[in-house]
């Protein structure tokens, strides 16, 4: 994979070919024993598989980070920005429900936590599971 010029995309080499690849479009990456499955959405909003490509997700979510990805699971990574939901064990991310790892449960929420939002008014707000609810 190659980061040529274009700051919200990347270049990624499948079937001897380089196919570009909007980050913005990318909804989560799979692995697939040795290939990378990159699943997101076409321009008219289309789930479906952009590409397939060889190499590991390890190397993938590395070259990924600077956009926000994380690796949640050992078979998924995806950009934090594309999370809808988050119950503790699994993420919603448009009509996929993708297990959280527990190794990296705790380790999410805190992504989550320290991103551009938290602390604002508006930013996420992670209330403990037990003791009084808050909107009670």
Known sequence: ???????RAVFVRSNRTWLRVNIDDITYIESCGDYVQWKGTDSK??????CLSDGSLDKVCEQLAPYGFLRIHRKYALSVERIE?????????GSHVLPVSRQKRKW?????????????????????ETGPSPLA
């Not at 909003?45 to 952009?50: A, I, M, S």
């Open 45 to 50: 909003g289309k789930e479906q598989t952009l």
């Open 108 to 128: 999410l929420v805190d992504q989550l936590c320290s991103g551009p939002l938290a602390g604002a008014e508006t930013g996420p707000v992670v209330f403990p």
């Open 85 to 93: 939901d988050y119950d503790g064990q699994t993420v919603v991310v």
């Open 1 to 7: 994979m190659k980061n040529f010029k274009s700051p």
